[in-house]
């Protein structure tokens, strides 16, 4: 029986705490008696037979008819499924998309269905190279689909290509890839790492233009989504719900399927990531210090490299399909299940280690924006009910924070770091002076569309979620970060943790309590 | 009387040039320059009156004698042994403050001008400069017969002095010379708009690529004379970022970044090492193989390169400016600038009233007296990187 996630209070015989720096390590040991650590569940146990568990969601769906009634020859089946943000890192093949896909193609098959399209519903994220569409979908439906053109990416900026669905009540314009509103049948086809995603969001945000996220993916709702794991106190998915129901009421009939995923992120030689410090064993310790001591002389690059192709040993642990709020709702009582670990009280000081890797950067650098995004996106976000650190805390994070960043997929994230966050770090202010021009910029509409280029305006969408977070803290410290970067962040530069503790005292004073968030893996902080 | 002055000796430039790599210093030591007694020369005739020098700047074109890296071209325009020193705001002798617009152009060499009211820099035939009553010579401060700014005193003819207001102070007058050069630079860029019938076809994007004397003196004439643009400016060093936004600049960028400054600006497309289009024009002011080839690359097809930085030998793959359809346009000094309603300006009267609202003297960051020539040459080399614009000798009493 896998353990579920504590709070450790960190005595004197506590060991230091691993945190992760980048593509480095470090131990940092926290003060006793005033400092806790929290931890994520242990790995829950995978389905027995996920293909079993798939066919059965699919003939025994919540709340719609099954899958094979609503298949016919000369229907339009659109199949969408997410893009390469999710998981993280990526999962070892057979991938769960792959195997959904599959199975909703046997049924379609079956039933004579031969106008199938299927789109990665990757939004204003960067397109997929094909060999990461071959490892989400496998060799058969790549090969199947790919060269006929059947398998495309969702295009923003294709505008012959988009159609208006209607409006919400709050005058929000739901736009979506045409095929998508076209089809007989969409299949949604969702790997769940976290509580954020699924549910309408999928549809809402996968297959959207510009113009339609923009009304959820800015400074105000960002600041008012309390928390990005908690749907109903999250400003970002209201907005998404209420576009939902518009895509139920007048949009195509959507079948959704989400599956759930536990938290084995690391297979050896890193698995001891995943292990609690002071249970190391003599061989996980040898295998941290050989491993750090190898990652610190590893060129930055190569170490990249290493950490891009690991491939997570993640088990599915629940797959559901049919009516998207039905089933979404019961998604969450699965990724709750695993991730929640319930926290009593708020902190002084949050501490964090960034890893090599966010839902923006796969397969590329985590670059000085979405060390930000991360931090005080994601990491700040893992909560329900309060934040982990008090209003006007500090946050402190570990991670290099070098201005280097990939010429390809985040070419506009350069001229973000340039241009934009050299003029203001404040998310209203920039998107008042700066977002319509870098939304509309050809450039980086020519490469979003036909190279592997975030769209234009994403490096504020990245900025954005971290909206939240940097109103709520006091000041946010990178230990380690190269300081003319972090500083260009609006955060303050520290050389070691005890520098960081020391500046974060004209804070929060000289004996304050610390939290660290242990990453990996994955969890909620259920905050009371 | 004790000056400055450059010899001929193909020894002394040859070991400047080798040795300036490793020192500046040293390269002034064993170089063509030499500080020493020089007869006083003659008055080359009438219409010359005695100037005494006040302040007298180090020019690019200076560090480029003195280190030996000068143009074989100059050799034939220019004679030996002379006093160097073209930037000068000096005196007269009954006491009025001067600044010296140093092109020896037809009036000082007899010649017949292209034009009653012409300035010494205009015409399209450049014979007047090795013939007449003077000695070859492209400028005061490289001509044997009139002297330079880096003496005591020198000798100026009527054409080019110019009387300055009382509220000028000479560290602003110092920045006259190099000023009008910039201003050049801008009508340049304007009659490059105006050709092409932008100017009302805003927005105008220009860059400026570096930000030494001549780049910021560029960010401020095209502030003041070529208003519609937006000026983006690439410079190196800190204090020339702060400079160049007081000027004027919408927007500065290290050097390298400039190409992406402007592709933001202007929307263009990267395609390799060159933007689909560009800058509307773009100043040079450094003149090298690497900022040639750059510019090309960041201005529009059939846009205008301006080049006011002063190249030597470069080393260019033109294929670019061919297929740009690039104007490639030199910009040597100053002269007559022609308005929008047609009617002419001196380009130095506009220069005056420019250093008088520029603020001009903040770019003169040091002064020596000739004595002391080494550490100035020096300082001038290395400007940039010791937080410095301009650095001039200094020979006002006392110094």
């Given at each position: 029986m896998p353990r579920p996630g504590f709070v450790l209070d960190v005595d004197r015989s506590t060991p230091p705490m691993l945190f992760w720096h980048g593509e480095r390590f470090s131990l940092e040991r926290l003060p006793a008696d005033r400092s806790r650590v929290i931890y994520p569940a242990e790995p829950l146990p995978g389905l027995a037979d996920p293909d079993a568990a798939i066919r059965q969601a699919l003939l025994q769906p919540l709340d719609m008819e099954p899958l094979p009634s609503l298949l016919h020859a000369g229907m339009r089946l659109t199949i969408c499924f997410d893009d390469a943000s999710l998981s993280l890192p990526k999962m070892r093949r057979p991938d769960s998309r792959q195997r959904i896909i599959e199975a909703v193609l046997d049924m379609a098959a079956e039933a004579g269905v031969d106008d199938v399209?299927?789109?990665?519903?990757?939004?204003?994220?960067?397109?997929?190279?094909?060999?990461?569409?071959?490892?989400?979908?496998?060799?058969?439906?790549?090969?199947?689909?790919?060269?006929?053109?059947?398998?495309?990416?969702?295009?923003?900026?294709?505008?012959?290509?988009?159609?208006?669905?209607?409006?919400?009540?709050?005058?929000?314009?739901?736009?979506?890839?045409?095929?998508?509103?076209?089809?007989?049948?969409?299949?949604?086809?969702?790997?769940?790492?976290?509580?954020?995603?699924?549910?309408?969001?999928?549809?809402?945000?996968?297959?959207?233009?510009?113009?339609?996220?923009?009304?959820?993916?800015?400074?105000?709702?960002?600041q008012n989504t309390r928390s990005l794991m908690d749907r109903h106190h999250s400003a970002l998915h209201h907005s998404i719900w209420r576009m939902g129901a518009v895509l139920r009421d007048s949009g195509p009939k959507v079948f959704q399927i989400e599956s759930t995923i536990n938290n084995d992120a690391f297979p050896s030689p890193f698995d001891f990531l995943s292990k609690r410090e002071w249970e190391w064993t003599g061989r996980d310790r040898a295998t941290f210090l050989a491993t750090s001591k190898a990652l610190d002389r590893t060129p930055r690059r190569l170490a990249r490299r290493i950490f891009h192709s690991i491939e997570a040993p993640y088990a599915m642990t629940s797959v559901q399909a049919g009516f998207t709020e039905t089933v979404h709702e019961r998604t969450l009582e699965h990724v709750h299940a695993q991730h929640i670990v319930p926290v009593e009280g708020q902190t002084d000081i949050l501490t964090m280690g960034i890893p090599f890797i966010s839902p923006y950067n796969p397969e590329s650098i985590m670059n000085p924006v979405l060390v930000m995004c991360m931090g005080l996106g994601y990491l700040f976000n893992m909560y329900r009910g309060r934040p982990l650190v008090r209003e006007g805390g500090v946050v402190i994070m570990t991670h290099p924070t070098t201005k280097e960043f990939h010429p390809v997929h985040h070419p506009s994230y350069i001229d973000f770091f340039d241009e934009v966050l050299a003029d203001t770090t404040d998310p209203a202010e920039m998107s008042q002076r700066w977002e319509r021009k870098y939304a509309e910029d050809e450039w980086y509409r020519h490469l979003y569309r036909t190279g592997n280029a975030y769209h234009g305006v994403h490096p504020f969408y990245a900025w954005y979620w971290g909206a939240h977070g940097q109103q709520w803290a006091g000041r946010v410290i990178i230990v380690g970060g190269d300081p003319a970067t972090v500083r260009r962040l609006g955060f303050t530069p520290a050389s070691t943790m005890d520098d960081a503790f020391e500046l974060a005292s004209e804070v929060v004073g000289r004996s304050p309590t610390i939290t660290h968030l242990h990453v990996p893996s994955v969890l909620v902080a259920d905050v009371h | 009387m004790r000056a400055l002055s450059v010899r001929r000796s193909v020894p002394r430039f040859g070991a400047a040039r080798l040795v300036s790599s490793i020192s500046q210093r040293s390269a002034t030591r064993v170089g063509p320059l030499t500080f020493g007694e020089i007869d006083d020369p003659e008055q080359p005739g009438p219409g010359w009156e005695r100037i005494d020098t006040t302040l007298s700047g180090i020019c690019g074109s200076d560090l480029a004698l003195a280190e030996g890296r000068a143009s074989a071209y100059f050799e034939d325009w220019v004679s030996f042994p002379f006093v160097p020193g073209h930037e000068i705001v000096g005196t007269r002798g009954d006491g009025r403050r001067v600044v010296i617009e140093p092109v020896l152009g037809h009036a000082a060499r007899d010649a017949v001008p292209p034009s009653p009211d012409s300035a010494p820099g205009d015409g399209d035939d450049y014979r007047h400069l090795v013939t007449g009553p003077l000695e070859p010579g492209i400028q005061t401060g490289f001509c044997n017969s009139t002297g330079g700014g880096w003496a005591p005193w020198f000798w100026a003819h009527d054409s080019q002095i110019h009387e300055i207001p009382d509220a000028l102070p000479d560290e602003a007058a110092v920045l006259v010379e190099p000023l009008a050069g910039g201003i050049h630079a801008a009508f340049s860029v304007r009659d490059a708009l105006r050709r092409g019938n932008l100017l009302d076809r805003g927005p105008l994007v220009i860059g400026v690529l570096g930000a030494g004397t001549m780049g910021l003196a560029t960010v401020a004439a095209l502030r003041a004379h070529v208003p519609e643009a937006e000026v983006i400016v690439g410079a190196r060093y800190p204090h020339q970022f702060a400079i160049a936004r007081a000027l004027g600049a919408v927007e500065v960028v290290r050097s390298g970044d400039l190409a992406a400054a402007i592709r933001r600006r202007t929307g263009a497309h990267v395609i390799g090492r060159h933007l689909s289009s560009g800058a509307h024009c773009l100043v040079d002011a450094v003149g090298s193989s690497e900022s040639i080839s750059a510019s090309v690359s960041m201005t529009r097809p059939r846009g205008r390169v301006v080049l006011l930085g002063m190249p030597a030998d470069v080393s260019l793959d033109l294929t670019a400016l061919w297929h740009r359809e690039t104007e490639l346009r030199g910009c040597y000094t100053y002269g007559t600038e022609t308005l929008d309603d047609g009617s002419s300006a001196r380009t130095f009267d506009l220069a005056i009233a420019l250093a008088q609202t520029t603020g001009a003297e903040r770019l003169v960051s040091a002064t020596y007296p000739l004595e002391r020539h080494v550490d100035a040459l020096a300082h001038a080399a290395e400007a940039g990187r010791r937080g410095a614009v301009k650095i001039a000798f200094d020979l006002r009493r006392g110094n």
């Open positions: 399209h299927i789109i990665a519903a990757l939004g204003l994220h960067r397109r997929m190279h094909d060999y990461e569409l071959r490892h989400v979908l496998g060799d058969r439906i790549f090969d199947a689909f790919h060269p006929s053109g059947a398998l495309y990416q969702h295009d923003a900026e294709d505008h012959a290509n988009l159609v208006v669905l209607g409006e919400t009540d709050h005058g929000e314009v739901l736009e979506i890839n045409r095929r998508v509103a076209e089809s007989d049948l969409v299949v949604y086809a969702n790997v769940n790492q976290v509580a954020m995603d699924g549910g309408w969001k999928s549809l809402v945000t996968g297959v959207a233009s510009y113009r339609c996220l923009s009304h959820h993916h800015n400074p105000e709702s960002l | -």
